[in-house]
């Protein structure tokens, strides 16, 4: 990602790390959280990071940091937008019930358009402060690519008012993330919410930036520059996860394929079923005759797929869930002591281990038992009596 230019937005201090780490250029991130710690501010000012401001006395603890360390900051703000036309769109099920507007409202994130203005005059006034962007991510909360479009207008709307209340422009806009993209097959086999009538990277750009333009016209603003969120867009196919089956039970009404892998891994999949679209590794294009649960080992329910159409399976057969490179490692969980797997990097005849597979003392490794209890854990309940010798 940094060989292409790409950048991305940190949570928390250790997702920063490992961002500047892989030697990502900090001008190309930015820092989000509604609660971020000293650490994290600090972390951000001393590499120039871009922060998102989603606090009302965030300012001030960002500018005491500068002093503390002598050094300037860059910061945005993440905005509360009205989303007044979204009133009567449906939102995915995946963020609560409601429309648009209301899954948006509900949300922790943004500040209001007079907690905006005063973040900016108060900001104008302290040195080490440098103002850059207004934020906003819609989210996974549509795959129509209008809803996309208003919130995007809706951004220049807000820099027109900024400009009347304060006499800031924003140079730039970031208009966030949660941009869909379809595969012939859907999302998954039920919904098919994401199918090849999703919209394309082309359709965000046209609509997006129609709307943009012309509200800026609207408004006699220059057009900002823009930062753009398509994470798991660009993330999400690029990752396969990979099962074994081993057993395979056929009941009186359903026919259960058991794997290895787990609603542990695919932390989705226990939410929305329908998520990751499973085929056998071996012969994907083999034709599906039967319909199988799939579930994992896991002590509950764990179904990583149900009701899928596949074709018979048998033990030590492989089965993929493929658009599983977005979500599926950073949300693994490991409920029933069970261990993550490796990540292999393939490129070509070329697989290398970018992950290396979670070993037991990795796992037990983080566990202590208090010294107050330790003779009484491990030594006999009862020492055996002395035997005198004869």
Known sequence: ?????????????????LA??????????????????????????????????DAEDE??????????????????????????????????????????????????????????VAIIKRAEGMPHIHLKETHFHLSRMSNDPIAFAIMAREMITWSAFLR?????????????????????YGTGPRDQIDDRSAPTAKDYARLCSEAIKDEAKKHGLPLPKLRLEPGRSLSGPAGIAVGQVGAVKQGARKKWVNLDLSTNHLSWASALNWYYHAVPVAGADREPTETVDLVGPLCNSDEVGAHRRMPPLVRGDYVG???????????AARYN?????????VSGDRAEIITEREQLKDFAGRFRVPPRLLAGSFAPVEAPAAIAAE
């Open 59 to 116: 300012l001030d603890r960002i500018d005491a940091v500068c002093k503390r360390l002598g050094k300037h900051a860059d910061i945005g703000i993440r905005l509360k937008l009205d989303l007044e036309p979204l009133a009567t769109l449906r939102g995915v099920s995946m963020h609560g019930p409601g429309t648009l507007k209301e899954q948006s409202d509900s949300t922790k994130w943004g500040m209001t358009r007079e907690q905006t």
């Open 164 to 184: 009347d209340a304060t006499g800031w422009i924003p140079p730039t806009i970031d208009i966030g993330g949660g941009w869909t993209f379809g595969k012939w």
């Open 1 to 17: 990602m940094n060989q292409e230019g790409a950048g991305g937005d940190c949570f928390g201090v250790n997702e920063m790390y």
């Open 337 to 345: 002591a069970q261990l993550l797997p490796a990540t292999v990097l």
């Open 321 to 331: 869930f493929l658009d599983a490179g977005g979500y599926t490692e950073s949300c």
């Open 20 to 53: 500047l780490l892989a030697g990502t250029n900090p001008k190309t991130l930015v820092l989000n959280g509604s609660n971020k710690q000293t650490e994290e501010l600090e972390m951000a000012i001393q590499n120039g990071l871009c922060i998102n401001i």
